[in-house]
């Protein structure tokens, strides 16, 4: 249970162009989802809480125009990244709230994103 | 959110019980432990989770002392397959800052 399936799993885009990530939780709902962003060998960076029904909560420095966040369905959180350029190349991650665990959260697998 | 600090790195070898400590001085009286493990290009899996004295699972165990400013996850008998990353999380509010991490590496 408390699955979070992310999709795709790795995707490789022209610059310019804008890529869609999608985040659903399968076997419960999710109010909130969070996004995070991970260069190789560094930590795990929050961008900004999805909230279902609402605008998304952005961290600071990170720019809500580039990274539309979509939060359309208790299920359902997506990210897209418009006007990809080779820096915004990265492992993306997206997290809800594990119902089994008190303040515990359960991750997607992660999208690989390069964009060349 | 408390800032947590764990040791960058950490290299052990089959069979040896691990043990990570994570500092966390400013933890505050509703905020849990929870420890969760990233092996790469994958998102980070829950281990484990507590609150105070001593938590055990079918994986790890989690120690934590009377003042709850640290906490040690302790994996047994660690195999090749154990080498990842672990990051420590505390927090009672609805998102996590992860910190550095303990790469941890198992050596044959």
């Known amino acids: 249970g408390a699955v979070v399936s992310q999709h795709p799993s790795w995707v490789i885009c022209k610059s310019g162009t804008s890529v869609k990530i999608e985040c659903r939780s399968l076997d419960f709902q999710a109010t909130t989802m969070f996004w995070y962003r991970q260069f190789p060998k560094q930590s795990l960076m929050l961008m900004a809480t999805s909230n279902e029904g609402s605008k998304a909560t952005y961290e600071q420095g990170v720019e809500k125009d580039k990274f539309l966040i979509n939060h359309a369905s208790l299920t359902l959180s997506t990210l897209t990244v418009t006007s990809a350029h080779p820096e915004d190349s990265s492992f993306y991650i997206c997290?809800?709230?594990?119902?089994?665990?008190?303040?515990?959260?359960?991750f997607g697998s992660g999208t690989r994103l390069t964009v060349v | 959110l408390a800032k947590t600090t764990q040791p960058i790195s950490m290299d052990s070898y089959e069979g040896q019980e691990v043990n990570i400590t994570c500092s966390h001085n400013?933890?505050?009286?509703?905020?849990?432990i929870t420890w969760y493990q990233q092996f790469p290009s994958q998102g980070p899996r829950f281990i484990i989770q507590g609150y105070k004295t001593k938590v055990t699972n079918e994986v790890a165990s989690l120690f934590i002392p009377a003042d709850r400013k640290s906490s040690t996850l302790s994996l047994p008998r660690v195999s090749l397959s154990d080498t990842a990353v672990y990051y420590c999380?505390?927090?009672?509010?609805?998102?996590?800052?992860f910190g550095t991490g303990t790469r941890l590496k198992v050596l044959a």
């Open positions: 997290s809800a709230r594990d119902p089994r665990v008190t303040y515990g959260y359960t």
């Open positions: 400013n933890i505050a009286t509703n905020d849990y």
């Open positions: 999380l505390v927090g009672d509010v609805d998102k996590y800052i």
